[in-house]
């Protein structure tokens, strides 16, 4: 069975802080690691993963994988309040190409 | 158009009624996707359909009962649900990987919060 394992479960930190949150996976037959922010509502998508090595990076967040340790860590700089939210870790793997096992999530909140 | 949107937003039933969530999406995507998301959890794959054919069922039970009846279109009837069955519905869309590119990418919609009383 297909396992995704986030941690921290939640995170408290202040305005300005980095952090880096962690995600490890067991699939069969990689495709790729999706990091999603989920706030009140939908998931939206973050990045997608699909080589070991080349950071993403979309303004204060940015994101690698490693594939031979099999894991995943998203970092945010200099967090925000908007930063508060649910991040999700989700892999795609398999053949049938569309199934994606979703973490646990890390719960952030960015305190002023 | 990079939206999914689900109708209604909210919905409240009793456990004997019939009921049914929406989905709709213009991006030409070719794979549709039903979620369940309780409190504090993160989503549950439901259904997947390719093709408008249904090509995952996660051991749902049939009191859910998807539909697609075209390429823009996802609904999930519901009917004889139990109080537990309460959660947020998300439905999402993704090309399928026979649309060629970066297929993997799922575009949520809001999701419907569900109450079965």
């Known amino acids: 069975e297909d396992k995704v394992v986030q941690s921290p479960l939640s995170l408290v930190v202040h305005e300005g802080d980095t952090v880096t949150l962690n995600c490890s996976y067991e699939v069969t037959n990689f495709r790729s690691l999706l990091w999603y922010k989920q706030e009140k509502k939908a998931p939206t998508f973050l990045f997608m993963l699909?080589?070991?090595?080349i950071e993403k990076k979309s303004g204060r967040l940015s994101s690698i994988l490693d594939k031979k340790e099999l894991f995943s860590i998203l970092n945010i700089t200099a967090t925000q309040t908007g930063d508060s939210a649910i991040y999700l870790c989700?892999?795609?793997?398999?053949?049938?190409?569309?199934?994606?096992?979703f973490g646990e999530g890390t719960q952030l909140t960015v305190n002023p | 158009d990079t939206e999914v949107t689900q109708t209604p937003k909210h919905l409240v039933m009793g456990m004997t009624n019939k009921k049914s969530l929406k989905c709709e999406q213009h991006?030409?995507?070719?794979?549709m996707y039903w979620y369940k998301q309780k409190a504090k959890k993160p989503p549950e794959l439901m259904f997947v359909?390719?093709?408008?054919?249904?090509?995952i069922n996660e051991s749902v039970p049939s009191r859910f009962s998807p539909e697609c009846p075209n390429s823009s279109l996802l609904n999930l009837h519901l009917h004889a649900l139990q109080p537990e069955d309460s959660a947020l519905y998300l439905c999402?869309?993704?090309?399928?990987?026979?649309?060629?590119?970066?297929?993997?990418?799922?575009?949520f919609g809001p999701g419907t919060r569900l109450t079965v009383l």
């Open positions: 991006m030409g995507h070719r794979a």
């Open positions: 359909y390719s093709y408008e054919k249904l090509s």
């Open positions: 999402a869309s993704s090309k399928h990987p026979l649309q060629g590119g970066p297929y993997n990418e799922q575009f």
């Open positions: 989700a892999v795609e793997a398999g053949t049938s190409g569309s199934r994606l096992t």
């Open positions: 699909t080589s070991s090595g």
